[in-house]
């Protein structure tokens, strides 16, 4: 097929367009190039799609297959306008953050009710309209093309090649073993999708014409089980790596109220603990009815394996935990106290950061 990816400079399209030519199809790739470079094998056509010509590199391409990811309405709209009608089968990319109730677990698509569109005009790339905006971009592929599109809506998407860092710091924290701060209770879930079996279903369910709405993100686990099969998948890479591995991780589980009084963020960012949200407004964001998806064709690959290639990848690209053990000036770098990414992760607490809240925990 010839598969038009809308980005493919940067993780997930990136990993859509590596897998497109992996299974033989014929690759274009259409972005700025300011994010990064797309894989090889593809052929690729610059474009700015902030313009309202900008998709005029394409003019005349015909296409089997469009891939889409973008977050502002308008260009979604020209690139349907401009591409939609030759094309077989349009894949938008959405999220789950379109769903307005993230306190309920176990919604689909069928019972979710999603945000109410930005206006007809509005077009904001701000934060807090992400969800909004992802409404309005899907209902102008729906209207348009809605007996050849499939909008997925994704979950967290994790793996090698993922900047936010929101998976890595775990696979990153656990190779390092010793006493590992866990946040909230085993049983909270916890549900990811690695992006080469998002970008694999993505790839087939273009080749086989599935068509419709599905939340795209793997079966939900307990946040224990998570953290032992993450740590179970790293332990190979810490038994090789010879000096900086650490004992076998000891989770000490540390209640979100604790947490909380001690200002530790959620989720991302600094002073973080990736993968935690609270409850009871976030109960259901890591926990979304995935059977339909699944019965579509998704296939997860084993957490633990997700997350051996994180660390490998994690380490190849120099991103490590600040406050190692030698300390805050120490080879792990500055602790972000700064206000600067803590070194090399983007999510996290740093060493010393977790020391000194595990060390209250102890105290109380
Ligand atoms: N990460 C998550 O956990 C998560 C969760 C749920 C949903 N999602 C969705 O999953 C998708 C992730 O996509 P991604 O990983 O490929 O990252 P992304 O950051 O959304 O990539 C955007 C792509 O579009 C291109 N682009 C951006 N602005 C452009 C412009 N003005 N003109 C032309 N091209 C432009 C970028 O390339 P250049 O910058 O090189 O132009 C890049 O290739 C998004 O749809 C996101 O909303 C992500």
């Known amino acids: 097929m010839r598969i038009l990816v809308l980005g493919g400079t940067v993780f997930l399209s990136a990993a859509v367009a590596a897998e497109a030519v992996a299974r033989g199809h014929e690759v274009t790739c259409a972005a700025r190039g300011s994010s990064g470079e797309p894989p090889a094998g593809v052929s690729f056509v610059r474009v700015d799609r902030d313009a309202p010509d900008g998709l ?9 297959a ?3 990811v973008a977050r502002l309405p308008s260009q979604v709209r020209r690139a349907v306008a401009a591409l939609g009608e030759g094309v077989r089968h349009w ?14 677990p176990g919604q689909n698509p069928h019972t979710g009710q999603v945000h109410d569109p930005l ?3 509005a077009d904001e790339a701000d934060v807090e309209n992400y969800g909004p905006a992802k409404v309005s971009c ?3 592929v729906l209207a348009a093309l809605a007996d050849r599109a499939n909008v997925v809506r994704a979950g967290l998407i994790v793996g090698p090649g993922d900047r936010s860092d929101r998976f890595t710091y775990w696979p990153v ?3 390092r073993g010793g006493e590992v701060l866990a946040p909230g209770a085993p049983g909270d879930p916890v549900q990811v999708i690695d992006v080469r079996d998002l970008a694999a279903w993505i790839v087939r369910s273009a080749e086989s014409g599935v068509v419709g709405v599905f939340d795209a993100t793997g079966p ?3 946040r224990g089980e998570f953290l032992d099969r993450v740590a179970a998948g790293v332990s190979d890479a810490v038994a090789g790596a010879g000096a900086g591995a650490s004992a076998e991780p000891e989770l000490t589980w540390v209640d979100q109220e604790f947490l909380v009084a001690q200002e530790v963020n959620p989720w991302a960012g600094p002073r973080s603990l990736p993968v935690w949200l609270p409850r009871p407004e976030y109960a259901g964001m890591l926990d979304h009815d995935v059977s339909a998806t699944l019965a579509a064709g998704l296939a997860v690959r084993d957490l633990g394996q997700t997350a051996r290639d994180t660390l490998v990848w994690a380490r190849e690209a120099g991103r490590d935990l600040a ?3 030698d300390g805050p000036d120490g080879p792990d770098g500055p602790d972000g106290a700064d206000g600067a990414d803590p070194a090399g992760l983007r999510a996290g607490l740093t060493a010393k950061e977790e020391a000194e809240v595990l060390a209250a925990w102890h105290r109380r």
């Open 56 to 64: 005029a590199p394409l003019a005349g391409r015909e296409f089997d």
């Open 66 to 68: 469009v891939v889409d």
């Open 91 to 104: 894949t938008f990319v959405s999220s789950i953050s379109v769903y307005t109730d993230n306190s309920t």
């Open 119 to 121: 206006s007809a005009d």
């Open 138 to 140: 899907e209902q102008a």
């Open 173 to 175: 924290r656990l190779a």
């Open 220 to 222: 939900t686990v307990g």
């Open 323 to 325: 406050d190692g053990p």
